[in-house]
């Protein structure tokens, strides 16, 4: 994985994906640690997304390494009408790795392409969050133990919901059961059910909330207000899909509720306080990750790693 | 009847002729090709009767001879053409369009929030279904499928 860029989940290998979860484990165990001394960080936010920007600017400062960038594209050059290609050229000569987040679908790949830098995709549009699926994915073997075999119920936007897709497709490698919970118009996609009838993935669909009590996972998205054409309908919607805490009483012991965050009302408040809810644990488990991705990606070995 | 014939489009002594274009593709196959860029004779005929497709349009350009992946972009407009490379007046070789596994710089891909329609920038494409043309992008990872096909101006 030396100077490669992480530009989409499927670059990686399921190999890779074990020494990405392998480290973070490590960085868990030993946050700070100051391997990236002298080493610079562009975190280029061509649109704001302060959580990914904190979560990145976090793991690499407790790296020991710097952090430069902007924050959205109206602070930058990029609003005198800069192209992204003369952008990401320049940035390349102030740092060791691009961190990039962007509007348009396809933009970190293309920056791959162009840079002397390894790229890291921070969300391109609706394509790509590969780390965001990482940090998901290092939530779920923590949490359970295992990647393999595990009953995972996916709810709210499964139509747009960008880390729904990549978190199917990365799971889909360990024999999974998913449980898709949705309204009809926020259903998965044709081509993700494709997919999973391909390699043989057994997937319910369901319209409510139900059958719960078999999941060991259970990953909450934001319905956002703009898929619906008709605001009467987001009001019903929102509500049908509202996970409270006593719907937990009949679930499984080791059941853990995920969120990638931010959340509205989809999670109830009173959720919070039961131990299955994992939501804020993943957003830390967000900087180990991203530690590991970086460190990984710049072939850096953390101190404590004994490999 | 052999005038008629002869006015419809000349024989050429060396080069390609590229065949059973139907007609209203023509002008996208000159555009993909970029033959409006080609300095030799070039002579076309469009709106020719053609019992397979109707209306046929052909195109014959001298001293040319295209590369198979360059001459196999048009296939993702038209299947039917055939192109027979002519040499000494005689055609030497018969060949039809063979859809290719990829193309670069010949479609627009149909996601508006792509960066491709956004940036100055070749637009790449894995070709995923041979049969009913579907072009998978690079970048964004979009479907353009047949019906969403535009080809870019050279």
């Known amino acids: ?307 | 009847m052999p005038k008629e014939k002869k006015l419809m489009v000349n024989a050429i002594k060396d080069g390609t002729v590229i065949d059973h274009i139907p007609a209203k593709h023509l002008f996208k196959v000159i555009s993909i090709l970029g033959l409006d860029k080609i300095k030799t004779t070039i002579t076309f005929g469009t709106n020719l009767e053609s019992d397979k497709l109707g209306k046929k349009a052909i195109i014959k350009i001298s001293e040319v001879f295209f590369e198979d992946q360059d001459i196999n972009k048009i296939a993702l407009i038209t299947q039917e053409a055939q192109l027979n490379i002519i040499k000494n007046y005689e055609v030497v070789e018969k060949k039809p369009v063979r859809i290719p596994d990829f193309v670069v710089g010949i479609a627009k891909c149909v996601n508006p929030k792509c960066i491709t329609n956004n940036e100055n920038m070749l637009t790449r494409f894995t070709i995923v279904d041979k049969k009913d043309i579907a072009l998978k992008c690079e970048y964004c990872e979009k479907i353009t499928d047949k019906e969403h096909i535009k080809i870019l101006k050279n």
């Open chain 1, 1 to 307: 994985m030396k100077n490669r860029s992480l530009v989409s989940i499927n670059d990686y290998s399921t190999d890779n994906i074990s020494e990405i979860l392998r480290r973070t484990e490590l960085f868990e165990k030993k946050p700070v640690q100051k391997i990236l001394d002298g080493k610079v960080v562009a975190t280029l936010f061509f649109e704001p997304s302060t959580r990914t920007r904190l979560s990145f600017e976090s793991a690499v400062n407790k790296l020991g390494g710097k952090v430069i960038g902007f924050t959205d594209s109206s602070s930058s050059s990029v609003s005198k009408g800069e192209s992204l290609k003369d952008t990401i050229k320049t940035v390349a000569n102030y740092c060791d790795l691009i961190v990039m987040r962007h509007p348009l679908e396809g933009s970190a790949k293309y920056a791959s392409e162009l840079s002397k830098v390894p790229i890291i995709n921070a969300g391109d549009g609706a394509n790509q969050h590969p780390t965001q699926t990482l940090l998901d994915m290092y939530s779920i073997i923590k949490t359970q133990g295992t990647l393999q075999n595990l009953n995972i119920f996916l709810v709210g936007d499964l139509k747009y919901g960008r880390t729904v897709h990549s978190l199917l497709m990365a799971m889909s490698r360990y024999n999974p059961v998913f449980n898709f919970i949705s309204h009809e118009k926020l259903r998965i996609p044709d081509e993700y059910k494709m997919y999973l009838n391909n390699i043989g993935i057994k997937y319910y669909e369901h319209s409510e909330f139900e059958k719960i009590q078999y999941a060991d996972i259970l990953y909450m998205t934001r319905v956002q207000k703009e898929r619906f054409s008709d605001p009467m309908e987001y009001e019903k919607t929102k509500d049908t899909y509202i996970l409270k805490n006593d719907m937990l009483n009949d679930t499984k012991d080791n059941l853990r509720i995920l969120h990638p965050l931010p959340r509205v009302t989809e999670v109830d408040n009173d959720v919070d306080e039961n131990r299955k809810a994992y939501y804020f644990d993943q957003a830390l488990n967000g900087v180990f990750t991203r530690q590991a991705i970086i460190s990984s990606i710049l072939d850096i070995k953390p101190e404590n790693d004994t490999n």
